[in-house]
């Protein structure tokens, strides 16, 4: 149902299931995101591909991180990894008390499901469902009563009280990012995940909705993860992780906080 990331990616569904039938425990003081030695290579028509190189990090819960780099330096299939939409060719990954090595497709899916919420450049809303269902999408997924009820008080809470019933064709693209964001943050994830969220909006529609990424990650005690090739932006995460061909370059910690 949702469309394809990227020309040659097929990805898994986002959502999935009951997240109850999938009880992993977390411990607390764990980092949320472990990858060790994380090779992941795909295959072309020229053969295959190194996208990530022995990539390691850990990030603590809690933190919020940018990871820039040139266009094609692999930002988007590292969250890929991270989000479980893409499997390491080798290496190990573990997010939010997850082994991802040891999952399945659909096991991916619930740990997505229980602990990640993702939001896309594009926005990838459903576009024959209101806000209020595109919202609601993931909660329903999980058999929940009360979705629409949390989607309408989350809308509340991104400003769009007033659209509920708007269609994604019926609203501006700061709108749609903001539908996109309450549906990303509706099932209380530990993780946030967000590639470029701001690359198609004009800039200040883009700054408000980077506040309000900041806002929501604090006050929901979230992790962030960020793509972006804007460096003002990255300065406002607690860590900036540079990429190149692939690899982690540089790690900046301790930077401006928001
Ligand atoms: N399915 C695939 N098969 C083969 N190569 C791929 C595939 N997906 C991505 N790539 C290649 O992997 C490299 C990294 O791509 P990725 O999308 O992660 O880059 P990026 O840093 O997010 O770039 P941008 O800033 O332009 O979004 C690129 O060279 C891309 O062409
Ligand atoms: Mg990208």
Do not use: W
């Not at 898994?12 to 109850?20: I, K, N, S, V």
């Amino acid at each position: 149902m949702l469309p394809s990331i990227g020309k040659f990616r097929q990805p898994a569904p986002l959502f999935r299931g009951a997240p109850h039938t999938y009880g992993v425990p977390v411990i607390a003081s764990e980092p949320v995101i472990e990858l060790a030695n994380v090779d992941l290579t795909l295959a072309s028509r020229a053969g295959q591909v190194a996208i990530l190189r022995d990539l390691s990090l850990s990030i603590p819960a809690g933190d919020s991180v940018a990871i820039v780099g040139p266009s094609g330096s692999g930002k988007t299939s590292l969250l890929m990894v991270m989000a479980g939409l893409e499997r390491a060719t080798a290496g190990h990954v573990k997010v939010a008390g997850h082994d991802f090595s040891h999952l399945s497709e659909d096991g991916l899916a619930l740990a997505r499901g229980a602990s990640i919420g993702i939001v896309f450049q594009s926005f990838h809303l459903v576009p024959t469902m209101t806000a209020q269902e595109n919202v609601a999408l993931p909660l329903q997924f999980r058999g929940e009563a009360d979705a629409f009820e949390r989607a309408t008080e989350l809308l509340g809470e991104v400003g769009l009280s007033h659209r509920l019933t708007h269609f994604p064709a019926q609203l501006s693209g700061g709108e749609q990012q903001r539908v996109a964001l309450a549906r990303a943050l509706v099932t209380r994830p530990r993780l946030l995940l967000a590639d470029e969220p701001t690359g198609n909006l004009d800039g200040k529609t883009g700054r408000q909705i980077v506040d309000l990424l900041f806002s929501l990650q604090a006050r929901r005690g979230a992790t962030l993860i960020l793509v972006t090739h804007d460096e003002r932006l990255a300065e406002r995460c607690h860590r900036v992780i540079r990429m190149a061909d692939g690899r982690i370059i540089e790690t900046i910690d301790g930077t401006v906080a928001a």
